[in-house]
C-alpha cells in the first residue's frame, strides 16, 4: 500500500527566509508525486508534479521539488517566501497501477510573517 | 472552463440519516474521485469512478457508496450517518484515467453529523 509522510506539521517563517518542507513516500513500484497547496478560505489546487524525467520539477509561484528514488523523497522548496504563500501544503503520490487513487500526505501549515 | 462543483456545501445531519452528494466536473473530464478530509486523519481516499464505472475504492465501510451517470457528474451516498462521519467530503476530476493527470478540486462539501 502507498503511504505519504509529510515532516513537519507546523511551520513559521519570515518574509524572505528559504523554505524546504519533507515528503516521503512509500511504495515499491513506479509512482507520480504533486505538491497541491491550499490557500485560505480556497480549494486545493496543483503546485507542481513529477512523472518521469529530470528530478528537478518547476512548479506555479517559484515552488520546485526534488525527487531522490533513493531516498524515497520529493521535498518541495521556494528560495523566499512571501506572506501569500501563507497556506497549507500537501504532498500526494498515486502509482500508475492505481491512476485515479491519490494517497495524501497529512499537510504542512506553512504561515510566514510579514 | 467552470472548475469542479459541489452540492450543497454544507450539510447538517444527525446520526442515523442518510446523506447524498453531487459533484459535478470540468467538463470533459471523465473521471471523478471521492476524498474525506477531517482534521485527524487528513485526506483520505473514498473511491474514484470512470466512465460511469469504480476503478479504485479506499477503506471506508460500505456505509460509503457511490455512483456516476453518462455525463460524468458523480454522487456519494453515506447511509446510517455516525458523528465520526462529520468532515468535509471533496470531489476531484480528472480528464482521463491516466496517473500523470493532476486532480482539479472542488470546494468540498461540509458535513456536520449531530
Known amino acids: 500500500a502507498q503511504s505519504v509522510s509529510q515532516h513537519n506539521h507546523h511551520v513559521i517563517l519570515s518574509e524572505a527566509a528559504s523554505l524546504e518542507l519533507g515528503c516521503n513516500y512509500s511504495?515499491?513500484?513506479?509512482?507520480?508525486l504533486f505538491w497541491y497547496v491550499q490557500y485560505p478560505g480556497q480549494h486545493l489546487q496543483l503546485l507542481l508534479k513529477?512523472?518521469?524525467?529530470?528530478?528537478l520539477v518547476k512548479g506555479i509561484k517559484g515552488f520546485e521539488a526534488e525527487f531522490i528514488k533513493s531516498k524515497f523523497s520529493f521535498n518541495l522548496r521556494k528560495p523566499s517566501v512571501q506572506w501569500s504563500d501563507t497556506a497549507e501544503y500537501f504532498c500526494a503520490v498515486n502509482a500508475e497501477t492505481n491512476a485515479g487513487k491519490s494517497t495524501f500526505g497529512d499537510g504542512t501549515t506553512l504561515t510566514v510573517k510579514p | 472552463k467552470a472548475g469542479v462543483t459541489q452540492t450543497p456545501r454544507y450539510l447538517i445531519k444527525t446520526r442515523g440519516q442518510q446523506v447524498t452528494l453531487s459533484c459535478s466536473p470540468i467538463s470533459g473530464h471523465r473521471s471523478v474521485s471521492w476524498y474525506q478530509q477531517t482534521p485527524g486523519q487528513g485526506l483520505q481516499f473514498l473511491f474514484e469512478?470512470?466512465?460511469?464505472?469504480?476503478?479504485n475504492k479506499g477503506n471506508f465501510p460500505g456505509r460509503f457508496s457511490g455512483r456516476q451517470f453518462s455525463n460524468s457528474r458523480s454522487e456519494m451516498n453515506v447511509s446510517t450517518l455516525e458523528l465520526g462521519d462529520s468532515a468535509l467530503y471533496l470531489c476531484?476530476?480528472?480528464?482521463?484515467?491516466?496517473?500523470?493527470?493532476?486532480?482539479?478540486f472542488g470546494p468540498g462539501t461540509r458535513l456536520t453529523v449531530l
Open positions: 476531484a476530476s480528472s480528464p482521463t484515467s491516466g496517473s500523470h493527470n493532476e486532480q482539479f
Open positions: 469512478y470512470f466512465s460511469e464505472t469504480q476503478r
Open positions: 513529477y512523472f518521469s524525467g529530470d528530478p
Open positions: 511504495y515499491g513500484g513506479t509512482v507520480n
